[in-house]
């Protein structure tokens, strides 16, 4: 069974604390992410997540734009008091008050990770990494650029792009020498081969 | 002073970084900075946002004078060279002393790290050879009442918005080094050793996380603001 992931947008420290706490209290839950005020929310976009859990008065034109951009793939809940009318051009599956108490907390997000799973029928197999990908990773580790391995495999830069994201999701490496080691480890290339295309 | 250390070990080499050294009795949090010509406040932000990740108060910590900001970011990055990374480089060596199953991929190890010393070297060096000097000389330029031109030809030549292009995340490698260990180093380790080179690395880890939030969220905005003051000065004239 995969986490349920939080992002928690609020600027007030003590309601931050206070909520994660409760979400904590939670097995398979982990808040990934917290935002103290609406300027970072730019790279909102660079996570993935199933809820995000937002102060409605952070909510400005610009963050307005974002949150949309991003809804569709994550479920969002209000944290405010009880008399905050909510904007209706966004989609709340749900909302905290915060004259809850803890338990009416728990409540909610329970059922709300439970209907997620009923949904997300996500295996959680670690993911093997195929034979292509496995090419384009020992050209990575010899040094090869991505245009060059695009050129010597006859696919597009972006193909490679695409395998390198998703060779590192996979492995949990990111940068070249990292995969290098992990190209030796495997026997994927020989130790005495590295660097041995650029001259 | 001492429940801060009590509370979190970790807070230790801050301390040190603030020139603090060990041995104040009971003397509260404040008197031991005053003796040690340590800002209070500043060091407070400084101490707690280095102990619990979420505490980042980024607007207060822009309000003291860039040369506190840069002072404390010198002295830590001396610590990661003077301290942390041979640390690191004796844990590694003495790895490949002790294991005779796979030496040849803790050569590897030692490898990866010492580029990634290099790289740390680099990084550091070029923020204290070009950044934090910009900084100063715009602090002054800022606080001076004169308008001095020479401020306008540095500010041609660079700007904080290029350290911020630039800044490159130095964190990413010594995560991977310790997937690599956890994932894929085939076993027999030296669990022992293994775990305290873990430990190290995580720590050295969150340690730059911290400083380098302090570089892209306090310093950057800071010189952002007096760069675009100082501009509208000269307009004005
Ligand atoms: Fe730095
Ligand atoms: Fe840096």
Redesign the interface.
């Known amino acids: 069974m995969c986490k349920a992931t939080f992002i928690i947008i609020e600027k007030s420290y003590l309601i931050r604390k206070g909520l994660i706490s409760i979400i904590e209290k939670i097995p398979n839950t982990q808040v990934i992410q917290q935002f103290d005020n609406e300027d970072d929310l730019k790279i909102l976009v660079n996570f993935e997540s199933d809820f995000i859990i937002i102060n409605p008065n952070l909510l400005n034109a610009n963050t307005l734009e974002i949150i949309k951009k991003i809804a569709k793939n994550i479920q969002l809940i209000s944290l405010s008091e009880k008399s905050i009318v909510l904007t209706k051009e966004l989609e709340w599956t749900a909302q905290i008050y915060l004259e809850d108490t803890q338990n009416s907390i728990l409540k909610k997000l329970n059922t709300l990770i439970g209907n997620r799973e009923t949904k997300n029928v996500k295996s959680e197999v670690p993911e093997e990494i195929s034979k292509r990908e496995i090419d384009i990773l020992k050209n990575i580790a010899l040094g090869y650029s991505n245009k060059e391995i695009a050129d010597k495999l006859f696919i597009s830069t972006h193909t490679v792009v695409t395998h390198r994201k998703n060779i590192t999701r996979k492995l949990g490496i990111k940068t070249v020498p990292g995969l290098t080691i992990y190209a030796i480890l495997n026997k994927i290339i020989d130790i005495n081969d590295t660097g041995k295309s650029k001259s | 002073m001492a429940d801060v250390i009590h509370t979190n070990y970790f807070t230790l080499s801050v301390l040190n970084r603030f020139g603090i050294e060990l041995g104040f009795g009971d003397k509260s949090v404040e008197e031991v900075c005053k003796k040690n010509n340590v800002d209070v406040d500043f060091f407070l932000e400084i101490v707690n946002a280095f102990i619990d990740k979420?505490?980042?108060p980024k607007k207060h910590l822009q309000t003291f004078p860039v040369k506190l900001i840069t002072d404390y970011l010198q002295k830590t990055h001396d610590y990661y060279h003077k301290l942390k990374v041979p640390e690191i480089e004796n844990l590694i060596e003495e790895m490949v002393d002790s294991c005779y199953t796979q030496k040849?991929?803790i050569v590897?190890?030692k490898k990866?790290f010492n580029?990634?010393k290099q790289e740390l070297l680099n990084h550091t060096h070029r923020e204290e050879e070009v950044v934090f000097p910009y900084t100063l000389a715009l602090e002054k330029a800022y606080n001076s009442e004169e308008l001095d031109n020479s401020v306008i030809e540095l500010m041609d030549t660079y700007s904080i918005e290029i350290f911020q292009n630039e800044h490159d995340d130095i964190e990413?490698?010594l995560?991977?080094?310790r997937?690599?260990i956890i994932?894929?180093?085939?076993q027999p380790k030296n669990s022992k050793l293994c775990n305290k080179l873990l430990y190290e690395l995580f720590n050295l880890e969150q340690d730059i996380n911290d400083h380098s939030r302090i570089e892209e969220k306090v310093l950057v905005p800071k010189i952002r603001e007096m760069e675009k003051i100082i501009t509208k000065r000269f307009t004005k004239k």
């Open positions: 979420d505490y980042f040849e991929n590897l190890l990866f580029d990634y990413e490698k995560l991977d080094l997937n690599i994932k894929y180093l085939p």
